[in-house]
């Protein structure tokens, strides 16, 4: 399959707006929309609750709570 480049996908959470962009990445909420997003490839936007933006690259990982998000950090392997 073709990605369609005018085509946009994001994964929304209560704490956090990821971008998709040609990736293969996980995304895990727990209570109170604590979420962990993990990047395996590509690229990663992802966006807190209080606008704050950051670029994840592969084998990076972050925290994201309502008080915002935490620095990236390697995630760990799979």
């Known amino acids: 399959m073709r990605k369609d480049p005018s085509r946009r996908f ?3 959470t209560p704490t956090t707006l990821c971008s998709v ?6 995304v895990t909420v727990g209570a109170g929309g604590r979420t962990q997003v993990d990047l395996r490839s590509g690229l990663l936007g992802v966006e807190d609750n ?5 670029l994840l690259r592969p ?3 972050l925290r994201v709570d309502l008080r915002g998000m935490a620095n990236p950090e390697r995630a760990p392997e799979p």
């Open 10 to 12: 994001e994964v929304r």
């Open 21 to 26: 962009r040609g990736t293969d990445f996980t």
């Open 50 to 54: 209080r606008g704050r933006q950051t």
């Open 59 to 61: 084998g990076e990982g």
